[in-house]
């Protein structure tokens, strides 16, 4: 079961990419039939929420020198994809993460169900039934429309309070993010005093402590986490949105989560989400946009050095669509100046405030990164 939702899922590892969507590749032979032949252990899928090829090359620019590159560029399978929700060309959230997690497209704002609202299993159900441990991080809430389509099933995205309920049902073995708020009753507060939304009694981090979740809210708790006296973890650093520099950073989170879930002898799967990139996006707040792909791809460094320090993890970095139509040019009436590694200027331009319908990247390594790709020849 594992396995054939796992190859669903790289089929469609976007939104629905198209069926018949062209795949440019880069990638030595010989590593192709090792990597083809190799068989998976551990997964992480990593989501770079809004991130087009604009906003890699943007990332690019903008790193400390020019011998200072992406990790997310250094993964040896290249490609790009087409995403389209099964309502039309331009995607959200809810309809591409659930074509990462089942294998197939939906309607957009739907989590976890095709478009007639038809239950859709996805891969941590799947992994969990093959005795993997399963992980979810995001910078968003936990109950946001990307992560939730992995652990959850529901009409809206919207529902958070129901998503949240699910989740706590779902058996994962670690999930970070923010969004504390849709855990606790309305009675009572998270670490950061803000009052829960559900129901008096309906103490969702309470009934997770009791089923053997280590809850923690901080980063110095975070950091202070014994691996090997936790096999749970319920992190949640802030009552809606994580916020730096008060909560702990995307690469922090995911490498305490790998440590947690590479326990289990028999692998596992996470998703780790930079999810600010899409947010900073729709604001079309450049500086934003930056700081958030740069702690996207420290995540990333983080996952692709435990990947190499195997031969059974297979690491995916991409987008579910791109967000804000940005541009990156020579016009000095647009945003900027902003300068590149060599000192040299650049202007951006943002063309919407909202999703796009352009391909989005794609890089990936490990056994079946292969099998991501549809081969196009000239």
């Known amino acids: 079961m594992f396995y054939r939702v796992l ?10 990419c198209s069926h018949n969507a062209p795949v440019s590749v880069s990638y030595p032979q010989p590593a192709i039939h090792s990597i083809a032949q190799a068989r998976v252990k551990n997964i992480i899928l990593m989501i770079g929420d809004g991130m087009g090829a604009e906003h890699r090359k943007l990332a690019r ?8 590159g992406l990790a997310m ?7 790009e994809v087409r995403t389209a929700s099964a309502g039309g060309a331009i995607t959200d959230s809810a309809a591409s993460a659930t074509a990462m997690a089942t294998g197939h497209k939906t309607r957009n704002g739907v989590i976890g169900l095709d478009p007639d609202l038809n239950h859709l299993s996805n891969i941590i159900e799947a992994a969990r039934a093959k005795g993997k441990a399963t992980g979810l991080v995001t910078t968003t809430q936990i109950t946001h429309a990307t992560p939730a389509a992995f652990a959850a099933h529901s009409a809206s995205r919207k529902n958070m309070l129901e998503i949240a309920h699910q ?3 779902a058996d994962i073995d670690v999930m970070m993010g923010g969004g504390g708020i849709y855990f606790l009753p309305e009675d009572k507060s998270d670490c950061y005093q803000q009052a829960g939304k559900r129901q008096k009694g309906d103490d969702l981090i309470e009934m997770l402590q009791s089923s053997g979740y280590f809850y923690i809210c901080s980063e110095k708790a975070l950091r202070a986490l014994n691996i090997k006296s936790v096999e749970r973890v319920l992190g949640l650093f802030a009552g809606e949105d994580m916020l730096r520099p008060f909560m702990p950073d995307l690469a922090l989170m995911t490498q305490k989560s790998i440590a947690v879930l590479s326990e289990n002898a028999q ?3 996470l998703m780790v989400e930079g999810g600010q990139i899409d947010w900073a996006s729709h604001d079309n707040e450049a500086e934003k946009v930056i700081e958030s792909l740069r702690g996207f791809d420290k995540a990333v460094k983080v996952a692709r050095d435990f990947a190499l320090s195997t031969d059974d993890t297979l690491i995916i970095v991409t987008a579910d669509h791109e967000t804000g139509g940005l541009q990156i040019n ?8 902003f300068l590149d590694y060599q000192g040299e200027k650049f202007f951006l331009h943002w063309s919407t405030s909202r999703h796009t319908g352009v391909n989005v990247p794609l890089t990936a390594s490990g056994p079946m ?7 196009t020849t000239s």
């Open 73 to 79: 560029d250094t993964l040896q399978i290249r490609g």
């Open 330 to 337: 020579r016009h000095e009436g647009d945003i900027g100046p």
């Open 167 to 169: 989740m706590s049902l």
């Open 61 to 68: 620019l903008t790193r400390a020198s020019e011998s200072n």
């Open 7 to 16: 190859i669903l899922c790289l089929a469609l590892v976007l939104t629905a």
């Open 267 to 269: 692998g596992f799967f």
């Open 369 to 375: 990164s292969v099998k991501l790709l549809r081969r």
